[in-house]
């Protein structure tokens, strides 16, 4: 496409593309302001619903830009501050002078300004400096703001609290290596406590054990999730001394779902766990990691004393002589389809793994796809509920990703209409089953290999599959529902039977700002003499 494009020209046709991608961003948050402001006009009487006439627009942006509610609600507050807080900056950002990213940081940076003269003035003021700044970071970008809003209004400045009030425990997504990464920050306390008695955990198996010793930190850290303050040793030596000791409760204390197909399965029962897949060869290395833990107190030490393994290049391979004919390209083999097995939410189990749950007693049972009548009754029996939780994965909504066991069980067609059957059967998390239900105009079809087809009031039809069929193609999930009976008309009423908010969205969201620019004002009092 570029072949015959110098560098430089190069260069300008990425600018160029920036700028129309820019003006395209604008355009479209142009489009999600009206799009809210209209929903919000017709929707009067939702203010203080628990699915509000925001939800209802959030969701019908999150199916046409395939993403989560949370950020659909993130889209809109961003697109309203664009219309009614900062037009100059708009106009920027039309004229793809400024990026979408920045427009984001400068919506969270600005979102505790109240007063509609400071924030005029911060249009002013921003508009003239953002293009003067030149090409500075992000992270540049959000200190210029953050001094412009000091200027300006002190209160409205994001201040960063003490670590203590932030502290947390996350878990990242997975990277599909079978391992997924986690952090935190926690009080000093609570981390000494932590790590006095992780390191104990991982001291506490026989010298046979094939684990590292940070292995057997991470083990006993899940192990501790898990409710258990003994690590369990994995030497199986029958004289083992630590074998005394009391399971760690890992694969008992908390269920988890592990869903794979049965050539995968077949490979893990017939597979002989090789120790050095799961937890690799004791190193000179590791077991100088461990004397080094012994002596030291702290424990970043250990994370510093990791070696890296040399990794060989790959050989060039020759390139052919000019007087040699060229040899035909092979047609490529097909590659043989790899074992799969997935814990929903997060990632692929590697083969070895999966092999090593089953041998310390994961329970396996096949997936059962329910037969037979419709159930008499509007909750599902335990084995249905069960089997669309599996089937569905997530919340079947267009775009939205929460987990099935966080979810409603909804009727597709409402109940007594529609049947309690897997086929009429789907997940909804709270949010969509509420806008599904009480708002207006929308509408779902549900086909029996479990394809469900949402229609939004604006017409536009969004189709998804089952999670399972996504990720296991062969497989047959398909559940003929009975025919449902012609449900009644909407009653015009439905609204008043919404759950309610006891504040609404607007009160909940002036109140947060109220409180934290108090907390900011008072951290700026000097103190008392």
């Known amino acids: 496409m570029f072949e015959g494009l110098s560098a430089r020209e190069l260069v300008d046709v990425i600018t160029a593309r920036a700028r129309s991608s820019a003006a395209a961003d604008a355009e479209k948050y142009a489009a999600i302001a009206e799009l809210a402001r209209r929903r919000l006009r017709d929707g009067v009487e939702l203010e203080d619903a628990a699915a509000d006439a925001t939800d209802g627009a959030a ?33 920027l950002f039309h004229g793809g002078l400024v990026t979408g990213r920045r427009v984001w940081i400068l919506a969270k940076r600005t979102d505790l300004v109240v007063d ?52 947390d425990f996350v878990v990242g997504r997975h990277d599909g290596s079978g391992t997924v990464a986690y952090w935190g920050r926690m009080t000093g306390p ?32 899940a192990a501790l999730m898990a ?53 690799g060869p004791r190193t000179v290395e590791g ?102 939780r599996l089937r569905d994965l997530t919340c079947r909504a267009p775009g939205c990703d929460r987990l099935a066991e966080f979810t409603d069980i909804d009727h597709t067609v409402p109940y007594p209409a529609g049947p309690t059957h897997a086929g009429g059967l789907k997940c909804d998390c709270r949010k969509h089953h509420l806008i599904k239900t009480f708002h207006a105009g929308w509408s779902e079809e549900q086909l029996p290999d479990g394809t469900v087809i949402t229609t939004t009031p604006t017409g536009h039809t969004y189709t998804t599959k089952p999670g399972i069929t996504l990720l296991f193609p062969d497989a047959d999930v398909t559940t003929p529902a009975p025919r449902p009976t012609r449900p009644p008309p909407p009653s015009p009423y439905r609204s008043m039977m919404m759950p309610r908010r006891k504040r609404t969205r607007a009160q909940a969201r002036a109140d947060r700002i109220k409180a934290e620019r108090a907390q900011n004002l008072h951290d700026d009092e000097p103190p008392p003499f």
């Open 59 to 91: 969701a019908e942006i999150g199916a046409a830009l395939n993403i989560g509610h949370g950020r659909a609600l993130g889209e809109i507050e961003i697109a309203t501050m664009l219309r009614d807080t900062f037009p100059r900056v708009a106009e």
């Open 116 to 167: 509609p003269d400071v924030m005029a003035q911060l249009d002013r003021v921003l508009a003239d400096r953002i293009v003067g700044w030149g090409p500075v970071s992000e992270w540049k970008f959000e200190q210029l703001v953050d001094a412009e809003i000091a200027r300006i209004d002190p209160a409205a400045v994001h201040r960063v609290r003490e670590q203590v009030r932030d502290r």
């Open 190 to 221: 609570d981390a000494a406590i932590a790590v006095t008695q992780i390191r104990r955990m991982a001291r506490s198996v026989c010298p046979d054990d094939p684990r590292t010793l940070k292995q057997r930190r991470g083990d006993a850290h």
């Open 227 to 279: 409710g258990s303050t003994v690590l369990r040793c994995l030497c199986e030596n029958p004289d083992c001394p630590a074998a005394a000791e009391v399971d760690d409760a890992a694969a008992s204390s908390v269920s988890i779902h592990v869903i794979t197909d049965q050539a995968t399965l077949d490979t893990a029962l017939g597979a002989c766990v090789d120790e050095s897949d799961l937890h």
């Open 287 to 388: 077991e100088l990691d461990e004397i080094l833990d012994e002596v030291e107190e702290d424990a970043q030490h250990d994370a510093d004393t990791r070696t890296d393994d040399h990794v060989e290049e790959p050989p060039v391979p020759d390139e052919p002589s000019p007087d040699e004919p060229p040899v035909p390209d092979e047609p490529p083999t097909p590659r043989p389809t790899r074992p799969l097995a997935i814990i929903p939410g997060h990632g692929v189990v590697p083969p070895p793994l999966l092999a090593e749950l089953i041998r310390r007693g994961a329970t396996v049972k096949p997936l059962v796809t329910p037969t037979g009548d419709a159930e008499p009754r509007y909750r599902p029996s335990a084995a249905t509920d069960h089997f669309v």
